[in-house]
């Protein structure tokens, strides 16, 4: 049974950093793109952050762009989410999810995601 485990978030001062981490475990599912998004209470499901198998490409949304880092270990079992200079709109659960479709839209579509991690940035 395919498994992504997020871990890292927590409650971190507006301009702190947190890096999320999401253990990939062993599964049939797609792994063409490892994504990682968020959602608030009444907002959007925004994707955030994407890496791409075919060719190592990279997305990252402008909300968080040259704040964020998303990034795997060598043997692609651990996802990262390096969150820097963290701002009160960044609160928010986030998941990390495996086969993404429409990053940068309105409604980004995932396969399979996890349970979340969520992250608190106060004042």
């Known amino acids: 049974q395919e498994q992504l485990a997020e871990s890292g978030g927590g409650v971190v001062q507006a301009g702190g950093s947190l890096r999320l981490s999401c253990a990939v475990s062993?599964?049939?599912?797609?792994?063409?793109?490892m994504a990682w998004f968020r959602q608030a209470p009444g907002k959007e499901r925004e994707g955030v952050a994407a890496i791409y198998t075919e060719g190592g490409g990279k997305y990252i949304a402008d909300s968080v762009k040259g704040r964020f880092t998303i990034s795997e270990d060598n043997a692609k079992t651990t996802v990262y989410l390096q969150m820097n200079n963290l701002k009160r709109e960044d609160t928010a659960m986030y998941y990390c999810?495996?086969?993404?479709?429409?990053?940068?839209?309105?409604?980004?579509?995932?396969?399979?995601w996890g349970q979340g991690t969520q992250v608190t940035v106060s004042a």
């Open positions: 999810a495996a086969g993404c479709h429409g990053m940068g839209t309105r409604s980004p579509l995932f396969l399979t």
């Open positions: 062993k599964g049939n599912y797609n792994r063409d793109c």
